[in-house]
């Protein structure tokens, strides 16, 4: 291949060529774009990788001509290793993908569950929507990484690495890909025999993708002692929004005043005001009982759907992944 042809001599070439007549110069003359993510590092000074090549190409000796950006296919990621190779630094300035995250995961597993017999080919526009869809989630949580962040072919790697959880897959003797996250088989395993709640979660997490949460709203939300719930972050703060609704949280504690005369736990029946005193009058905090999936993005949240919870029972409600349900609650204070 014509990139083996490069040496270090007329990587120098191209270099130097490149500080002589400027970067500006150097890629109009060679027809490259500006690199997006590799470059050449030489005495602190970035290099467009790619463009470097191309041009040296031409230097390596009588007889060679530049390599044009359409012979260079293989894209910046290939042309850096034989640059590396010849002693050159070469950096990747793009940002790592994050790790992805349960909302990211959801989603996958139930396009996964659903064409799981006949997964759709990389190129298809399953997995086109795919991607995008997964992006538009990523976008409403406030997650993004580099040029490649969850394209088609990182949300085609992502199915194959659920396929080493798949028993249909792996009983036919097949292993998938070995390589994956401790965060697929948690989600596997919370899901993948209840493709009905899947699915709902699922569908609840694209309804709720076009809601807006402006960062500082998202930030205010995301308290760490809040566990996010297994529907993921989204839903969470979904969740989280409803019980901080001011408006909702008046009405419900006036009614119930005015059926109780005070406010009080009704869990443990603790009440902050024969504690604290005229302090502690009139709080309590507010917990949504209705599974998150459930809630459809402007439905209404009806006041029978709140209970009143002291901060510590509310606290451990929502302290592991698995919410408390307040029946599973008020069982775990009899005992
Ligand atoms: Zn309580
Ligand atoms: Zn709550």
């Known amino acids: 291949m014509a990139l083996n042809d490069l ?9 130097d060529e490149f500080d002589a007549i400027g970067r500006e110069a150097f890629l109009d003359k ?5 690199a997006r993510s590799y470059f050449l590092v030489r005495a602190g000074k970035q290099y467009d990788s790619k463009a ?11 007889g060679f001509e530049p390599l044009t950006h359409d012979q260079l296919t293989g ?8 640059l590396r190779r010849l002693g050159f630094e070469v950096i990747n300035t793009q940002p790592r993908n994050p790790d992805w995250v349960r909302d990211e995961l959801i989603l996958a597993l139930d396009f996964y569950l659903m064409y799981r017999s006949a997964l759709p080919d990389k190129r298809s526009r399953e997995i086109q929507q795919l991607s995008t869809d997964i992006n538009k989630l990523d976008q409403s949580i406030g997650l993004s990484g580099g040029d490649t962040f969850r394209n088609t072919n990182g949300v085609y790697m992502k199915l194959m690495n659920f396929r080493r959880l ?15 996250s401790k965060a697929e088989a948690v989600v596997w395993n919370e899901f993948a025999d209840d493709t009905v709640r899947l699915s709902a979660v699922a569908q609840a997490i694209r309804d709720g993708m076009s809601t807006d949460v402006d960062a500082a709203d998202a930030q205010e939300i995301d308290d760490p002692d809040f566990t996010e719930a297994e529907e993921g972050r989204l839903l969470t703060r979904v969740h989280r ?9 008046q009405q419900k504690k006036k009614s119930f005043l005015k059926k109780h005369g005070r406010v009080f736990c009704e869990a443990c029946g603790f009440d902050f005001e024969e504690t604290y ?5 009139g709080f309590i905090e507010c917990h949504h009982t209705k599974p998150i999936h459930t809630l459809k993005p402007g ?9 009143l919870l002291c901060s510590n029972c509310h606290r451990m409600v929502h302290a592991k992944s698995q919410w408390l349900t307040f029946t599973e609650l008020r069982n775990l204070l009899k005992q």
Do not use: M, W
């Open 7 to 15: 040496t270090e001599a007329a990587i120098v070439q191209a270099l």
């Open 30 to 34: 060679y027809g490259f774009k500006p």
């Open 52 to 62: 470097i090549a191309g041009a040296a190409h031409g230097y390596v000796s009588d």
């Open 75 to 82: 894209g910046e990621s290939q042309v850096a290793p034989v």
């Open 166 to 180: 798949d028993p249909t897959y792996t009983a036919e003797g097949k292993v998938g890909l070995t390589r994956g």
């Open 241 to 249: 929004r409803r019980e901080r609704n001011r408006k909702l949280v």
């Open 277 to 281: 005193g005229k302090r502690g009058s």
């Open 299 to 307: 439905e209404k949240t009806k006041l029978d759907d709140l209970k």
